[in-house]
């Protein structure tokens, strides 16, 4: 056949190129899998499968491929690259076990499963914050309270998961408007846990309105921390979250005082939303949690759907939340340059799979997707749910990611049946479009639950997803700022230790 002839067939059928095409061996090394991300004008990052990173000038990735990297020439970047798993010189890396290794450590998180089990206790609430999808202030019990049949089969369902180390969390609406059902939850898991040999961590979520000496002290005796809510300074937090009657923000400061007091200093933590009023407010936010005694913040956007949404004043798009990230992050690192360890604990998680050889058990940064594999929901009524996201898609009459209830599904059922199948379908990042060739695929995670409620789609499309552009901007932006300042990086190691 003339050569013009294979040109034009191959241009038909697209046939594979000769073998010396594909002959990685020409340039004396071979390329292991990477990926490449532009970090600014300048300079680029390699990243391998297991998250190992190379800062690089722009161009370098190029040179790679195309074997232009010399072992003479380039003498100590080529050695970066092959003890760091992106060039071999033989077929089969002799490294590979060790990379593998790596790989399964990074994994290491699927080994013991669900450890995260949330008990939406009560769905009344006595606030009636503006971005909360319960409005609910009812006081009828039976209709919004779990009941004490759905308590008990949840503890039987935790008790079934595979991990050794099992986290019981409570949440509302208003979770201290069931108070006694905590103690009994708590009473009960508490027996259980002796029976099946787990070890549980107990955390009530409040916004402290409710909280008084005789809970604490009842929290104190069965070691039951306290997750707060803390929106930044009382102008901002008063017009996040509104209480009739009184300021949410002087209850939640009483409650941090008196728990501090009561259980101990550490033993409070505190979650923030961030809405459109708080964009406007980085740095005092930021200083409130310095003033108020805590070592760190998590830079928390508004979930950009369901009900959040349905207030106009709640909208915003992601770069926005990106600039407010960016503003509150440079001011914590001019805190830690003071010699202040204080902490961004996004960015931290972010740190840890970046500069660690492990993962984190954050439900977002996960992949496989955290949700059914890090956390299950058990819904007030009974309900089973993927992720606290996806019981918030409930309230909308959507349950696209109910697995199944409390009073009829087996364990199997729910954690195995044909729902959380199809979901697990797509929960890799590693095989789903745009982030299986994402520089950044070892640092991010899969989120099917946003993918739906946002696009409509569980499987989801990069190239307009909020979730992949805040993720990825973030973690740009981190390297890109250990690159520029080693000050910076400094702080950031000092995070992780
Ligand atoms: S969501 Fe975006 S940043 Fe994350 S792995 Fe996928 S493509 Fe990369």
């Given amino acids: 056949m003339m050569d013009a002839e294979i040109v034009k067939r191959r241009k038909a059928f697209r046939e594979f190129q000769d073998f010396d095409y594909y002959d990685q061996s020409k340039g004396h090394y071979y390329l292991m899998p990477f990926n490449f991300h532009r970090i ?90 503006s971005y909360c999808q319960v409005s609910r202030v009812t006081q009828n019990k039976d209709k919004f309270d779990m009941s004490i049949s759905h308590i008990d089969k949840g503890i039987d369902i935790m008790m079934r998961s595979p991990n050794k180390y099992l986290t019981m969390e409570f949440q509302g609406g208003e979770a201290l408007l069931a108070f006694e059902n905590i103690k009994y939850g708590v009473k009960k898991a508490q027996a259980e846990a002796l029976k099946f040999g787990k070890e549980i961590n107990y955390v009530i979520c409040t916004n402290l309105a409710l909280i008084t000496e005789e809970i604490l002290f009842w929290c104190k005796e069965n070691s039951v921390l306290v997750s707060a809510s803390l929106d930044g300074p009382k102008h901002v937090h008063d017009t996040n979250r509104t209480k009739p009657h009184a300021s949410s923000y002087d209850l939640a400061i009483k409650g941090i005082e008196l728990t501090r007091k009561i259980l101990g200093e550490d033993s409070i933590s505190a979650l923030m939303t961030t809405t459109s009023h708080s964009l406007k407010y980085p740095i005092e936010i930021v200083d409130e949690y310095l003033n108020r005694g805590f070592n760190g913040i998590f830079l928390r956007n508004i979930s950009p759907y369901g009900f959040a ?97 409390l009073d009829d599904s087996t364990y199997d059922e729910i954690f195995y049946g044909n729902k959380s199948q199809r979901i697990a379908q797509i929960w890799a990042n590693e095989t789903i479009a745009g982030c299986a060739d994402c520089a950044f695929q070892q640092y991010c995670g899969a989120d099917p639950v946003h993918n739906w409620a946002t696009q409509g789609d569980v499987y989801g499309y990069r190239p307009n997803s909020s979730f992949c552009q805040k993720n990825m901007e973030i973690i740009r932006y981190v390297f890109e700022l250990m690159d520029s300042d080693t000050e910076v990086k400094k702080i950031f190691e000092n995070w992780l230790k």
């Fill in 40 to 129: 600014n004008d300048e300079r680029e990052v390699l990243v391998n499968e297991v998250g190992d990173f190379l800062m690089v000038d722009n161009g370098t990735f190029e040179k790679i491929v195309n074997r232009k990297i010399n072992k003479y020439d380039d003498k100590s970047l080529y050695e970066d690259l092959i003890s760091n798993f992106f060039i071999s010189e033989e077929v089969y890396s002799p490294n590979i076990d060790l990379l593998s290794n790596r790989y399964r450590t990074k994994k290491l998180f699927l080994d013991s499963f669900t450890a995260l089990h949330i008990f939406v206790i009560s769905l009344r609430c006595e606030h009636t914050c």
């Fill in 309 to 405: 949404l349905r207030t106009e004043k709640n909208k915003y798009n992601t770069q926005d939340f990106l600039d407010f990230y960016k503003v509150a992050l440079n001011r914590i690192l001019e805190i830690n340059k003071t010699g202040v360890l204080f902490i961004e604990e996004f960015t931290r998680l972010i740190l840890t799979k970046v500069l660690t050889p492990f993962n984190v058990s954050f439900v977002d940064l996960q992949s496989p997707a955290g949700l059914i594999n890090g956390v299950i929901v058990f819904n007030y009524d009974g309900g089973v749910y993927a992720t606290d996201e996806s019981r918030m898609l409930a309230e909308e009459n959507d349950h696209s990611f109910r697995l199944g209830n």
